[in-house]
C-alpha cells in the first residue's frame, strides 16, 4: 500500500520555500496531488474543474485552426491539458516562474507531465511572464514580438490577492494594454481568478478590450460538502 503522505520534492527558491506533495485522500479515495509555496496552497488536483474550464473557455471563442496559445503559469498542468485537448491548436508555450515546477513536470512526478512533455506543439518555458509581457522580446524568446490566438493567465490567487507584489503593474491599464499587444486582431485573453467577479477590474478590462465577460465556475468541494466557485474573465 503507497504511503498516505509522501513529499515528492522540497526546494528553497527565491519566492520562498516550494513543495511537491502527494497524499491519499479518504474523502475521495485517490493520491491528491498539491504544490505548495511557503504555507499557500498553489495547486491541488483534488481542484481541477476551473482551470480546466479557462482553458477551454477561452478557445471556445476563437474560430478556425492552427491556433497559438501562451499560458502564464504551469501549476499541476490541468490547464495546459485542457488547450492540448483541442485539436486546432498548432502550438502551445508554458511560461512559469519557478524552474523547479517545469522540472517536476520533465521528471514525471506530476501526473499530466509526461502528456505535456511528450506533445510536440507544447513548449515549456522558464521565465517571468509578467516581465516578458511588458519586454521588447515578448512571449516567446525564440520569435521576439510574436501574437497569439490567446493568452491564458492562472497565477495569482486573484488580481487583487497576488503571490508577489511585483505582480500588481500586470492587472493596471499599462500591464493590460501591453498584454493586448500580444494578441492577434480577435484574440482572447483569459485570466482565473479565486474570487468573486469584480466590478472595478472588469471595467479596466473594458477599457482594452471590444468585449468581457466574468464567468462563474462551480465545482463541488468534498472537503466541505459544498458547491465552491471561481472566477474565469473572458477578453475579446
Given at each position: 500500500?503507497a504511503?498516505?503522505?509522501?513529499e515528492?520534492?522540497w526546494?528553497?527558491?527565491?519566492?520562498?520555500e516550494?513543495?511537491l506533495r502527494?497524499r491519499?485522500?479518504?474523502?475521495?479515495?485517490?493520491?491528491?496531488?498539491e504544490?505548495?509555496?511557503?504555507?499557500?496552497?498553489?495547486?491541488?488536483?483534488?481542484?481541477?474543474?476551473?482551470e480546466?474550464e479557462?482553458?477551454?473557455?477561452?478557445?471556445a471563442?476563437?474560430?478556425?485552426?492552427d491556433?497559438?496559445?501562451?499560458?502564464?503559469g504551469?501549476g499541476?498542468?490541468?490547464?495546459?491539458?485542457?488547450?492540448l485537448?483541442d485539436t486546432?491548436?498548432?502550438?502551445?508555450?508554458?511560461i512559469?516562474?519557478?524552474?523547479?515546477?517545469?522540472?517536476?513536470?520533465?521528471?514525471?512526478?506530476?501526473?499530466v507531465?509526461?502528456?505535456?512533455?511528450?506533445?510536440?506543439?507544447?513548449?515549456?518555458?522558464h521565465?517571468?511572464?509578467?516581465?516578458?509581457?511588458?519586454?521588447?522580446?515578448?512571449?516567446?524568446?525564440?520569435?521576439p514580438?510574436?501574437r497569439?490566438?490567446?493568452?491564458?493567465?492562472?497565477?495569482?490567487?486573484?488580481?487583487?490577492?497576488?503571490?508577489?507584489?511585483?505582480?500588481a503593474?500586470?492587472?493596471?491599464?499599462?500591464?493590460?494594454?501591453?498584454?493586448?499587444?500580444r494578441?492577434?486582431?480577435?484574440?482572447?485573453f483569459?485570466?482565473?481568478?479565486?474570487?468573486?467577479?469584480d466590478?472595478?477590474?472588469?471595467?479596466?478590462?473594458?477599457?482594452?478590450?471590444?468585449?468581457?465577460?466574468?464567468?462563474?465556475v462551480?465545482?463541488?468541494?468534498?472537503?466541505q460538502?459544498?458547491?465552491?466557485t471561481?472566477?474565469?474573465?473572458?477578453?475579446?
Open positions: 500500500m504511503a498516505r503522505f509522501q515528492l520534492d526546494r528553497s527558491t527565491p519566492m520562498g516550494l513543495s502527494r491519499r485522500d479518504p474523502t475521495v479515495d485517490k493520491d491528491v496531488y504544490i505548495k509555496l511557503n504555507d499557500e496552497f498553489l495547486m491541488s488536483s483534488l481542484f481541477t474543474v476551473s480546466t479557462l482553458g477551454r473557455r477561452a478557445l471563442h476563437l474560430t478556425g485552426g491556433l497559438d496559445v501562451a499560458i502564464g504551469l499541476l498542468g490541468y490547464t495546459a491539458q485542457a488547450v485537448e486546432r491548436v498548432r502550438s502551445l508555450i508554458v512559469d516562474a519557478l524552474a523547479e515546477v517545469i522540472e517536476w513536470h520533465e521528471r514525471g512526478l506530476i501526473p507531465g509526461a502528456a505535456l512533455t511528450s506533445d510536440p506543439r507544447c513548449r515549456l518555458l521565465g517571468d511572464f509578467f516581465g516578458m509581457v511588458t519586454s521588447e522580446a515578448g512571449l516567446d524568446p525564440h520569435r514580438g510574436r497569439f490566438d490567446a493568452v491564458v493567465v492562472d497565477i495569482d490567487h486573484s488580481p487583487q490577492h497576488l503571490l508577489h507584489p511585483s505582480h503593474a500586470f492587472y493596471q491599464p499599462g500591464g493590460l494594454g501591453a498584454l493586448r499587444t494578441l492577434r486582431p480577435g484574440g482572447v483569459a485570466l482565473w481568478s479565486n474570487d468573486p467577479p466590478q472595478p477590474f472588469t471595467t479596466l478590462l473594458e477599457r482594452h478590450f471590444t468585449r468581457v465577460d466574468a464567468e462563474v462551480t465545482f463541488d468541494n468534498p472537503l460538502q459544498r458547491a465552491a471561481s472566477t474565469i474573465y473572458l477578453a475579446r
